[in-house]
T-cell receptor, first 112, second 113 residues
């Protein structure tokens, strides 16, 4: 079963616009929510992560918003650039656990 | 800084053939795992290891074997390749089972014909 649902599947944004990718999870035991960025032909790499004790985390143009009661979290990319074009995966894991559950991925294309 | 190294990068197999995908990390990480990536399916966990000599199954283990004789190496074996195993395979490592960053290799693109 898919424990982390990610949407949209693909996204096209104009340069300078805001890209928003959403994820929802089911297991309330999850307490670590990373986002990974993957360029074609490469492995995923950690972009930014959040724990449920905060509602927002910002690193440069990238922000995670977290809604614990709704069991949802989202990635916002401000001032999107063509170099941000990649596949983004949300993920979730629980303290002391061995498994990270990934969303299905979102292919982002930023038009110049 | 090599990080996580996977070989080969590309492989074509005939149905029924066996092969081993290699994965090595030089970060002294205890935790290693194998994922397969398929369109629309995200990354699905095949097998993982929490240290030398200790392995366990993930979401989609059928048709795959693993072993972990050293901290550095975690090979994935396909026993009898099937077209359904056509995928991109990623090996990942992280320091421990806590909530920490996973480091991925560059992947192996496998086609089974």
């Amino acid at each position: 079963q898919q424990q982390v649902k990610q949407s949209p599947q693909s996204l096209i944004v104009q340069k300078g616009g805001i890209s928003i990718i959403n994820c929802a999870y089911e297991n309330t035991a999850f307490d670590y929510f990373p986002w990974y960025q993957q360029f074609p032909g490469k492995g995923p790499a950690l972009l930014i992560a959040i724990r449920p004790d905060v509602s927002e985390k910002k690193e440069g143009r990238f922000t995670i918003s977290f809604n614990k009661s709704a069991k949802q979290f989202s990635l916002h990319i401000m001032d999107s650039q063509p170099g941000d074009s990649a596949t983004y995966f949300c993920a979730a894991s629980k303290a002391g656990g061995f498994k990270t559950i990934f969303g299905a991925g979102t292919r982002l294309f930023v038009k110049a | 800084n090599a990080g996580v190294t996977q070989t080969p990068k590309f492989q074509v197999l005939k149905t029924g053939q066996s092969m081993t995908l290699q994965c090595a990390q030089d970060m002294n990480h205890e935790y290693m795992s194998w994922y397969r990536q398929d369109p629309g399916m995200g990354l699905r966990l095949i097998h993982y290891s929490v240290g030398a000599g200790i392995t366990d199954q993930g979401e989609v283990p059928n048709g795959y074997n693993v072993s972990r004789s050293t901290t550095e190496d975690f090979p994935l074996r396909l026993l009898s390749a099937a077209p359904s195993q056509t995928s991109v395979y990623f090996c990942a490592s992280r320091p421990d089972r806590g909530n920490t960053e996973a480091f991925f290799g560059q992947g192996t693109r496998l086609t089974v014909v």
